[in-house]
């Protein structure tokens, strides 16, 4: 069985999934996820800064798969990484779920001989969609949740199901006598770039920062995050300085964290030149260039 994983942050870019070690995708490419609004909003485990969140506008989250070749229309975009259960475990313990609740949702799907997006997908239709009554059943399945990252089932056109890791906020975790880190934290609302940098000025958000935003590397449209950007000079220059110097190893380093061959990856993502540009990431890096 392999699983569909979303990344919405920095499991994005190369840079960002190399911190997990190596794996063997079967294959990965941009999924573009309707109705909903990206930012940072939890505190990260890792260090002293915010990691990605969505916001959205229906509970019941669907996608689909998008060329290289097609222009970005302002869905948010993100990356799809198609795995072994072995490489999702540790995918998902990087997220701060535990892998074992995780194999808990699997051996439940393969009962009804479906994979394990598709099965929650089910599981989340039963609650009409309701993140709260989703996160119960999950809770009385496997008597586990998290206050970090939670699994969610996204449907995607044409193309099957897939995971994606939301971070709990206050309509709460699953059980009382978990409290999210959104919760704790008092951050009901997803930050934009600015907003988050003005919270966390430091080396480590701006190490997650890059992490994210080299994702428009392969040309999944960062253009969200670079927004209030444009706005700051200082977080702007900071920014470009270290971007620009780790951009050329990043399609190298995608690849080699990954396992895809070139070919593949072509295939996926297209061309350098054009998925810099498609991304918005050329434009941004170009603005200090000219």
Known sequence: MEVTIIGHGSLMSGRGLSFSGRFQLRTAGIIALADCTRGFAKLSKYGDRFATDLELERPA???????????????????????SLEDCGRLVKREGYRPEAMQALVERARKYDLGVAEWLWRLAAEQAHDLLAYRRQLFSITG????????????????????????????????????????????????STVETWRRKPNA???????????????????????????????????????????????????????????????????????????????????????
């Open 61 to 83: 989250l669907e996608g689909a798969i998008v060329a290289p070749q097609t222009e970005p229309d302002g869905r948010v975009e993100t990356l799809g990484l198609s795995v």
């Open 144 to 191: 586990y949740t998290s206050p970090h990252y939670i699994p969610h089932p996204v449907r995607l056109a044409e193309a099957g199901y897939a995971l994606i890791f939301l971070a709990p906020g206050p309509r709460g975790t699953g059980t009382p006598a978990v409290v999210s880190i959104r919760q704790q934290t008092g951050i009901n609302t997803i930050l």
């Open 204 to 290: 480590d958000q701006i190490a997650y920062f890059l992490s994210c935003l080299l994702g428009g590397a392969h040309g999944i449209n960062v253009r969200d995050f670079l927004a209030s950007v444009g706005d700051h000079r200082e977080l702007a220059e900071t920014l470009y300085q270290h971007i620009q110097p780790v951009l050329a190893e990043e399609a190298t380093c995608f690849l080699q964290t990954t396992g895809l061959t070139p070919e593949q990856y072509t295939q996926a993502f297209g061309s350098s030149e054009a998925a810099l540009r498609r991304s918005g990431l050329g434009d941004f890096l170009e603005g200090f260039d000219s």
